[in-house]
Each structure stands twice: as structure tokens, then as C-alpha cells.
């Protein structure tokens, strides 16, 4: 379970979280969206403490991580698993030294065992055999499918997705929304994903956070959250600058 | 306004120089629950200790040589010059072997060690780490320190070793001086305490470049000019701590031995 309380971060005097609350159950799945800067990435990074909150509390499974300092948060880290929005592969390593590094890290295993759970992670995202590729060979949608492989290697409990389609063509993106929806219905994970791709919010949030004027403006089940009549709800879906303005 | 920028920049080092003791503390208390990776630490001697051998001994011959051929310029005109090589010696051994060393390891090494770890946190793999449950002071600094803890005496050692043959080569061949008496007055001339004085400051410089280089790569500002600013002052920064921690330690080293 993941909750946020009273949550406030700001950079130097400007601040770009002023009082998010919000709560999510295990196993739920919810798209969060805003307007580029609106402060979605950084929400996702205080819920795992990879930048420090101001003020408020962010709850993981009822323990409050904001007072936790860098080796207390490794432990709490190993319930997630995280996909940036760039990737953020290590570009020294091969594709399974990649997608291996949770497991050589924490796990004791054989060479043997953690290969045989490479190549399970890299079938499950639709990349067999492409082990031995350094990370610079690979396009944009394989770098993200290599990063939500090395996320999911270790079976965390809730996978966090930064922008997972951003800078991706319309097919490639599809890709990795089909394949981020069966991560979670075949890992049963709790899944936050930060978008501003309305169709990654729709296929994969069951319910949707809307981020407006630096805290949670709107959210409901996704069904509820897109019929919304609210003008800055409406705006954003239909992305219209200018809200006088008729979409044909 | 000239007093306000002074300020400003006093306060900013001793804030950097707080930051590197924080980071100093991190990796001493990291050392001792360190799970030894040995691919990366090996991997780590190879690139901070094999791969600046070359630099290393050019520099070592030729200072050897140069420091040869002046000590026998003046010591000539004394009729000194068997004492030429004890002076390429001892110099080359307290002083000069351990600081151009680090100084060149400093310029190889340390401005590599803030640009891989400057780009690194520029596209998000500081935080990948992070979110994959792996202090970044674990797995990216503490190998580095140690390999360049223990590269340092190494290649100060090489170093030294050429430099008094690059000395005896042109004292022998270039000026002509006795080979016999030019290595009994260096074996007489230096002592154990020059070497292990020059080895224990090859140690604790490389301490001094693999903690610069990591803090300035780990804190680098975002983007290309952040890193190439890491980069910079990870070598000028390390080069004048070694040079003003050279004094320091020549100082209470030689008092210590002294005292032995």
C-alpha cells in the first residue's frame, strides 16, 4: 500500500508539490497525469525516497520513508522496481548484465540461475536472445523494455513507470503499453504510472491522479476520470491550448 | 561586493570540503560491510593502476634524468658529483616519485573517475542504482578507493625504480661520472625511511584522487557543462590538495621517523 500525506517539495524558493495526498491498495493500478513540470516525476521519486520530501509523510506499507536516511531506504527500495524515462541503463554493461544487476546484488544465486532468470525477464518483454547486446545498440522502445526487465527481475511489489512512452513512435508505444499491462496482471504488482500519453492513462490506470497547481486536482476510476466535465479535466484529455476552442 | 563574492566562495569550499569528509566517512564505514565485488574492484586496479603506467614511468624516466643532469651541474662545480644519484634518490623517493605520480594519476584517473560518475548521474544510472537498492557509495566509490589505495605505492614504486635508472643512465653515459662510487653514495645516502615515507604518501594520495574524483562526479550539475566543470576541478582540486598535503606530511613524516 502506498499513501502519500500532506506530501510538499519545492526546488530552491519555488515550490512544485504543495500538499499531494492520495492512497493506493496493493495491486492497483493508477495512471498519474499533468501538464509537463507539473511535479509528476517528482512524485513518483519521493515515493521512493529518490529525492527528499520537505514536509509530509509518504507511507509504504505503512512505514514512513520521508525520515529515512539513504541505507534505511535501500530495504524499502527492494519492494519496487522502477523504469525511468530515459532508461537509465548502465551503458557500460551488456543487455543480462543489465537486466542481472538486482539479482547479482542481493540474491545469492548460480550463474546458471540468475542466466535461466535473465532469459525469462528479457521472454517476458519480448526481447529473447538479446543478452550478449551492449545497451548502446539498442533503439528507444528496447532500452525501455530492458529497463521494466531489469524492474520486474526480482518480483518487487509495485512497479513505478516515469513517462514509460515518452519519445517513442505510435506503435512502439502501444508495445509497451500491452506489455506494461501484462506485467501487471501477470505479476499481480501494484503499478503508478506518470504519463502525459492519454492512451497509456486509459489502458493501464484503473484509476486516474491528476497533478494541477502543484497538488492532486482530480482523480476517480478511469471510466469516471474521462467522462469528467470539469474544464481543466477537459482541457488536458483533449489537450486544447485553448479551452474556447472547438475540437472538430 | 569583491567581499561578498569572497564570502560566497569560502563558504562554498568549506561546504565542498564537508561534503568530501561526509563522503570519506560514507565510504570508511561502507569499507567494513563491503561484500567484496572483485570483478569491479580488479577491474578498478586494472584501469587506475595498469593503464597509468605508461604516464607514469615516462614521467618517472625523465624526471629522473632532468634531476640527474641539474644535481651535476652544481654539484660539478664542488667536485660532488658521485652524490649526484644519492640526490636523484632520496628526491625521487620522498618527494618527487609520490607526488608527480599522484599528480599524473590525478590528471589520468581522477578527471575519468568524475566524468563516468558525472554521466552516470547526468542520464538517471546514479538513480537506477538507487532504486535498485544499491548505494551508489557502495557499488561506484568504495572499489575505486580501494584500487586507487593500492595502485598508488605500486606505481610510485615503478616510478621511483625508473627514475634513478633514467639518473644513473645519464650520469653514467651523458656526464661521464664513476658508476661504482654514484651507487655506493646512493645506497649510502638513502634509507628505508625515504621509501617508506614516499609509499605511505603514494597511499593516502590516492585516497585523495579516487574521493575528489567520485564527490565530483556524484554532486556535478546537470547536463555537458556540468560534467566538463566536474571533470575540471576534479583534477585541479586534487592537484592542489596533494601538493598542500605534501608539505603537511613531509612534515610529520619525517618528524615520525625522526623519532624512530
Redesign the interface.
Same mark, same amino acid.
Not at chain 1, 88 to 91: K, T, Y
Given at each position: 500500500m502506498i499513501e502519500a500525506r500532506n506530501l510538499r517539495k519545492g526546488f530552491d524558493t519555488q515550490p512544485v508539490l504543495d500538499g499531494v495526498s492520495f492512497r493506493i491498495e496493493n495491486g492497483e493500478s493508477v495512471a498519474i497525469i499533468g501538464r509537463s513540470g507539473c511535479g509528476k516525476s517528482v512524485l513518483l521519486?519521493l515515493l521512493?525516497?529518490?529525492l527528499p520530501a520537505d514536509a509530509g509523510e509518504a507511507l509504504i506499507d505503512g512505514e514512513n520513508i520521508v525520515p529515512m536516511n539513504? &541505507?534505511q531506504?535501500? &530495504?524499502v &527500495?527492494?519492494k519496487?522496481?522502477?523504469v525511468?524515462?530515459?532508461s +537509465?541503463? /548502465?551503458?557500460s554493461m551488456t543487455v543480462a548484465e543489465n537486466v542481472a /544487476?538486482?539479482l547479482r &546484488?542481493?540474491e545469492h544465486l548460480t550463474e546458471a540461475e540468475i542466466a535461466r532468470r535473465v532469459a525469462g525477464a528479457l521472454d517476458m518483454v519480448d526481447l529473447p536472445g538479446t543478452e550478449n547486446k551492449q545497451s548502446a545498440e539498442l533503439s528507444g522502445g528496447m532500452r525501455k523494455r530492458v529497463g521494466l526487465a531489469? +524492474?520486474i527481475i526480482y518480483e518487487p511489489q509495485i512497479v513505478l513507470y516515469d513517462e514509460p512512452t515518452t519519445g517513442l513512435d505510435p506503435i512502439a508505444s502501444d508495445s509497451i503499453d500491452q506489455l506494461m499491462a501484462r506485467v501487471r496482471d501477470q505479476l499481480k504488482v501494484t503499478t503508478m504510472v506518470v504519463t502525459h500519453d492519454m492512451r497509456t492513462a486509459r489502458r493501464i490506470g484503473q484509476r486516474v491522479l491528476m497533478l494541477h497547481d502543484k497538488r492532486i486536482y482530480a482523480s476517480g476510476p478511469a471510466d469516471e476520470f474521462f467522462a469528467s466535465p470539469d474544464p481543466v479535466v477537459r482541457q488536458f484529455i483533449d489537450g486544447v491550448a485553448d479551452p474556447k476552442e472547438h475540437l472538430p | 561586493m569583491a567581499g561578498l563574492f569572497a564570502n560566497q566562495r569560502v563558504t562554498e569550499a568549506l561546504a565542498e570540503l564537508g561534503g568530501i569528509a561526509l563522503l570519506a566517512k560514507e565510504a570508511g564505514s561502507s569499507l567494513f560491510k563491503w561484500r567484496v565485488a572483485w570483478r569491479d574492484l580488479l577491474y578498478q586496479i586494472f584501469s587506475i593502476g595498469v593503464k597509468s603506467q605508461p604516464v607514469v614511468l615516462v614521467t618517472g624516466a625523465f624526471t629522473g634524468m632532468v634531476l640527474a643532469a641539474q644535481t651535476y651541474i652544481q654539484f660539478h662545480q664542488v667536485k660532488m658529483d658521485t652524490a649526484t644519484l644519492a640526490v636523484v634518490s632520496v628526491a625521487m623517493c620522498s618527494e618527487l616519485g609520490p607526488v608527480l605520480t599522484a599528480l599524473m594519476v590525478a590528471g589520468r584517473v581522477g578527471a575519468a573517475m568524475a566524468a563516468e560518475i558525472g554521466t552516470m548521474r547526468v542520464t538517471e544510472q546514479i538513480d537506477a542504482l538507487r532504486a535498485l537498492a544499491t548505494h551508489p557509495v557502495d557499488y561506484l566509490v568504495v572499489p575505486r578507493l580501494i584500487a586507487a589505495h593500492l595502485a598508488l605505492p605500486l606505481l610510485t614504486a615503478e616510478s621511483i625504480v625508473v627514475g634513478i635508472l633514467g639518473g644513473y643512465f645519464v650520469s653514467v653515459n651523458l656526464l661521464g661520472i664513476e658508476p661504482v662510487y654514484l651507487w655506493y653514495n646512493m645506497l649510502k645516502y638513502t634509507h628505508d625511511a625515504d621509501v617508506v615515507i614516499g609509499l605511505i604518501k603514494a597511499f593516502i594520495y590516492g585516497g585523495i584522487i579516487a574521493l575528489i574524483g567520485c564527490y565530483k562526479g556524484l554532486t556535478c550539475k546537470l547536463g555537458a557543462e556540468g560534467v566538463g566543470q566536474a571533470t575540471t576541478e576534479a583534477v585541479v582540486y586534487s592537484s592542489i590538495t596533494i601538493l598542500i598535503a605534501n608539505f603537511f606530511l613531509t612534515l610529520v613524516l619525517d618528524k615520525i621517523a625522526g623519532a624512530l
Open positions: 521519486k521512493i525516497g529518490l539513504e &541505507r531506504l535501500l &530495504r &527500495r527492494r519496487f522496481g522502477m525511468f524515462q530515459g +537509465a541503463l /548502465f551503458d /544487476f538486482g &546484488r542481493h531489469r +524492474a | -
